[in-house]
């Protein structure tokens, strides 16, 4: 078994090396949306935390997890091969959560170091 969609979730300590001008600031709203933002440029808004609970509806505003929050598997790559190995997948293709909204920075500077300290990141 293959899984060829595995996202992660950077958690905040994933940025903690960046220069403030580029560190993802979440803010959550009152409807327990976070909004992920980056120089003041809004990159990335949903429940992040949801995000990392597999079988939670994303689109219910209820009961709002905060990223911290997540499943250990979402963002810990011990908790992370447990999982896989609990669901039979021998092998996963990792991509970004919050990182996907990183293309769409106008600065190019910004969007290079959050790419590298994102690789960094998984790379550990």
Known sequence: MFDADGH?????????????????VVRTDGRGLDHVTVGGE???????????RPGTDVSRGRDPVPLEAALAGAFEPQARLRDLDREGIEAAVLYPTIGLG???LRDTRAAIALAQAYNDWLAE
């Open 42 to 52: 809004e990159v990335f808004v949903a429940r992040l935390g949801t995000m990392g």
């Open 8 to 24: 992660v979730l950077e958690p905040r300590a994933a940025w903690s090396a960046l220069p403030d001008r580029y560190r993802p």
């Open 102 to 104: 990183f293309w769409g």
